[in-house]
């Protein structure tokens, strides 16, 4: 297929030097994306299951001078169908994305996400970053959560959603969800004893340690999990806590920000500065 090898931009300039038009100008403006998102759908629907790699390098060419809403917009409008959550779209972010610096990966994945459901994000972050280094996760995590305004149960759905697609299915996975449940119902009761961490330090000590297990446990299959528990060492037992008697997951929807139209709005808030004093606390896992 010649089409692998096509420079979009080379393309483009020889049709305009040929029939004298100036549809790189246009096509490359940001304030024609409705007409840009018509024409690009005949593009799309030709070649997004034999040519995936065609529709990224042209979409990447498109948007190389666009703002970061603009570029969301228009992966969300051409998109839509496959979901925030689909492999594919997030295959397709990530190559757009791959070289840009942090800040902007923050504004474009927020973007992407807002209005979304805890499960949908979760997925999406859990694709997203699969290779990247488990600081860098967290970093881009702690800054969508604050950003959105994260509540205690957004995040308790995203950690149990984010556990199912890291943990294989079995005991293993069933201890880590009961652990984050039993975390989280911790921490309810200790909010009215004067206990001031937000919820999302709170579920970022339980992600960075989870996304460091799950590294270590896809590598080694190690004998321990670890999650951080709120309170001291000496009100927390070192025995395994017995697995809940449900360990189905029921994925309720809690985001405060509506689906519809939310996605272009920007959500701005002022970090978090509340300490982070959980401890680590290791418990047993069950070979399968």
Same mark, same amino acid.
């Given at each position: #297929?010649?089409?692998?090898?096509?420079?979009?931009?080379?393309?483009?300039?020889?049709?305009?030097?040929?029939?004298?038009?100036?549809?790189?100008?246009?096509?490359?403006?940001?304030?024609?994306?409705?007409?840009?998102?018509?024409?690009?759908?005949?593009?799309?629907?030709?070649?997004?299951?034999?040519?995936?790699?065609?529709?990224?390098?042209? &979409?990447?060419? &498109?948007?190389?001078?666009?703002?970061?809403?603009?570029?969301?917009?228009?992966? &969300? @409008?051409?998109?839509?169908?496959?979901?925030?959550?689909?492999? @594919?779209?997030? /295959?397709?972010?990530?190559?757009?994305?791959?070289?840009?610096?942090?800040?902007?990966?923050?504004?474009?994945?927020?973007?992407?996400?807002?209005?979304?459901? /805890?499960?949908?994000?979760?997925?999406?972050?859990?694709?997203?970053?699969?290779?990247?280094?488990?600081? #860098?996760?967290?970093?881009?995590?702690?800054? &969508?959560?604050?950003?959105?305004?994260?509540?205690?149960?957004?995040?308790?759905?995203?950690?149990?959603?984010?556990?199912?697609?890291?943990?294989?299915?079995?005991?293993?996975?069933?201890?880590?969800? /009961?652990?984050?449940?039993?975390?989280?119902?911790?921490?309810?009761?200790?909010?009215?004893?004067?206990?001031?961490?937000?919820?999302?330090?709170?579920?970022?000590? #339980?992600?960075?340690?989870?996304?460091?297990?799950?590294? #270590?446990?896809?590598?080694?299959?190690?004998?321990?999990?670890?999650?951080?528990?709120?309170?001291?060492?000496?009100?927390?037992?070192?025995?395994?806590?017995?697995?809940?008697?449900?360990?189905?997951?029921?994925?309720?929807?809690?985001?405060?920000?509506?689906?519809?139209?939310?996605?272009?709005?920007?959500?701005?808030?002022?970090? /978090?500065?509340?300490?982070?004093?959980?401890?680590?606390?290791?418990?047993?896992?069950?070979?399968?």
């Amino acid at each position: #297929m010649q089409v692998l090898d096509i420079d979009v931009g080379e393309t483009i300039r020889a049709m305009d030097q040929q029939y004298g038009t100036q549809f790189e100008i246009w096509i490359r403006n940001e304030a024609n994306i409705d007409c840009v998102v018509f024409y690009l759908r005949k593009f799309i629907v030709e070649f997004e299951d034999s040519n995936s790699g065609a529709i990224t390098r042209a &979409i990447r060419w &498109i948007v190389q001078e666009w703002s970061v809403q603009k570029s969301a917009e228009l992966l &969300i @409008k051409l998109f839509y169908h496959w979901g925030v959550g689909h492999p @594919k779209f997030v /295959s397709l972010v990530s190559e757009l994305s791959h070289d840009w610096r942090m800040p902007l990966v923050v504004d474009l994945v927020a973007t992407l996400v807002v209005g979304e459901s /805890s499960s949908n994000t979760a997925g999406f972050i859990q694709h997203f970053t699969s290779a990247w280094e488990p600081f #860098m996760v967290i970093q881009l995590c702690r800054n &969508i959560a604050t950003r959105l305004r994260w509540n205690d149960r957004y995040c308790l759905q995203f950690l149990l959603r984010y556990a199912t697609l890291t943990y294989p299915e079995g005991p293993t996975q069933r201890v880590v969800l /009961s652990q984050i449940r039993n975390q989280f119902e911790t921490r309810s009761c200790m909010l009215h004893h004067g206990y001031k961490t937000g919820p999302v330090d709170f579920t970022m000590t #339980m992600l960075e340690v989870m996304v460091r297990d799950s590294k #270590m446990y896809r590598n080694s299959h190690p004998k321990y999990a670890t999650l951080p528990c709120v309170g001291t060492p000496s009100k927390q037992s070192n025995m395994a806590r017995p697995l809940l008697h449900d360990t189905n997951l029921t994925i309720e929807e809690a985001h405060p920000a509506p689906r519809a139209s939310a996605y272009l709005e920007k959500l701005s808030g002022p970090p /978090s500065t509340n300490p982070n004093d959980g401890i680590i606390l290791g418990l047993p896992i069950v070979d399968e």
